[in-house]
């Protein structure tokens, strides 16, 4: 099992940066995948980055050239950098963790953009 702790959410104006943490409870050396989710009000769960043990990222189109994903395994935590955000952002994101063949998340911090 594995506990996800994000931080670093908050109000940004458009075309502002944020970064996400997610803190990690236990060694991310045994986790191949791990990512970043997002909600927005009223809509489905949506993928928006992962990045693998080996440094393979994935990102969604939207957000290609603007976010950028990395992990530091020797701290257990994974970064998730915001720039150019846009009102479209808003929404609750989420730490991913898949392991053991199960997925597990942290509790969303709260990203919203502001035009």
């Known amino acids: 099992q594995v506990q996800l702790v994000e931080s670093g959410g908050g109000l940004v104006q458009a075309g502002g940066s944020l970064a996400l943490s997610c803190a990690a409870s236990?060694?991310?050396?045994?986790?191949?995948?791990m990512g970043w989710y997002r909600q927005a009000p009223g809509k489905q769960l949506d993928l928006v980055a992962t990045i693998t043990l080996g440094g393979s990222i994935n990102y969604v189109d939207s957000v290609k050239g603007r976010f950028a994903i990395s992990r530091d395994n020797a701290k257990n935590t994974v970064y998730l950098q915001m720039n150019s955000l846009k009102p479209e952002d808003t929404a609750v994101y989420y730490c991913?963790?898949?392991?053991?063949?199960?997925?597990?998340w942290g509790q969303g911090t709260q990203v919203t953009v502001s035009s």
């Open positions: 991913y963790a898949r392991l053991g063949g199960w997925n597990y």
């Open positions: 236990r060694s991310i050396f045994a986790i191949n995948v």
